[in-house]
């Protein structure tokens, strides 16, 4: 068999071995996010089946949603939520335009990513 | 030692083919959910924290009742989409199926659970 060497064949390059770079810390932070808004999501479900139960279910999820630390996780969720909405439309017009992938400009747009979901976060505050 | 040849060992070893379609559905999910997830912030958000009897009340209404629905259902599809590709990424072998299978499970076990609860509120 010409193929001796089976099982212990190098991997493509992963992560591990590239140094982080601001574009793919963006990309990965996308997954990151997007995963993590998992948690937001659970404890929303939680309330809207608890404030469709009744009063006393109510209480107490309001309650942790709106403790100290219940703020916290939903404040982090909402820069997640604004940050996976910028990263995903910088996804679709990478996807639909085929533009904006070399370097230069995927670094402005990536400091626009970031910059976008602070504003956008900032924003909602002031307006909720 | 193996009788296959080479060629045989290689056929069928490739992609699961199912890529493309895999990223337009996330691509179509994520269009509705750029378009939902700032109705449902504006809409949920001013209820965080409010007293029982105006949540209650606020969600009776259609408008955000069905945002805050449809949000829910497309964000656990596009959520299944996205977390199976990170699985598939860093799982491996019977450890990927089990997680595979529990992300699935629990996507759709979020999404029906949203929907009964804003029915039950909503009707």
């Given at each position: 068999m010409a193929d001796v060497n089976r099982g212990n064949r190098p991997l493509s390059p992963?992560?591990?071995i590239y140094k982080p770079q601001f574009t793919s810390m963006t990309s990965i932070f996308t997954r990151i996010t997007g995963n993590a808004l998992l948690v937001a999501s659970i404890l929303i479900v939680w309330w809207f089946l608890a404030a469709s139960t009744g009063a006393e279910s109510f209480a107490l999820a309001d309650g942790i949603i709106t403790s100290w630390f219940g703020d916290l996780v939903m404040f982090g969720s909402l820069w997640a939520v604004w940050y996976h909405f910028c990263a995903g439309l910088r996804h679709l017009w990478w996807d639909t335009?085929?533009?904006?992938?070399d370097i230069p400009t995927a670094q402005k747009i990536a400091y626009a990513v970031i910059g976008g979901s602070l504003v956008l976060t900032v924003f909602t505050v002031i307006v909720i | 030692m193996s009788y296959l040849t080479d060629r045989k060992r290689a056929?069928?070893?490739?992609?699961?083919?199912t890529g493309t379609e895999h990223h337009w559905h996330m691509m179509v999910s994520s269009v509705a959910l750029a378009i939902l997830v700032p109705l449902f912030i504006f809409t949920f958000g001013p209820m965080l924290g409010a007293p029982h009897a105006e949540v209650v009340e606020y969600f009776a209404r259609p408008f955000p009742a069905i945002v805050a629905a449809l949000t829910i259902v497309v964000s656990m599809v596009h959520f299944k989409g996205g977390a199976s590709i990170m699985l598939e990424d860093y799982v491996y072998g019977t450890n990927l199926k089990i997680a595979l299978i529990s992300v699935t499970l629990l996507s759709y076990a979020i999404a029906a659970t949203g929907v009964f609860a804003i029915a039950r509120i909503a009707l």
């Open positions: 992963h992560i591990t335009t085929l533009k904006g992938l | 056929t069928g070893r490739g992609s699961a083919k």
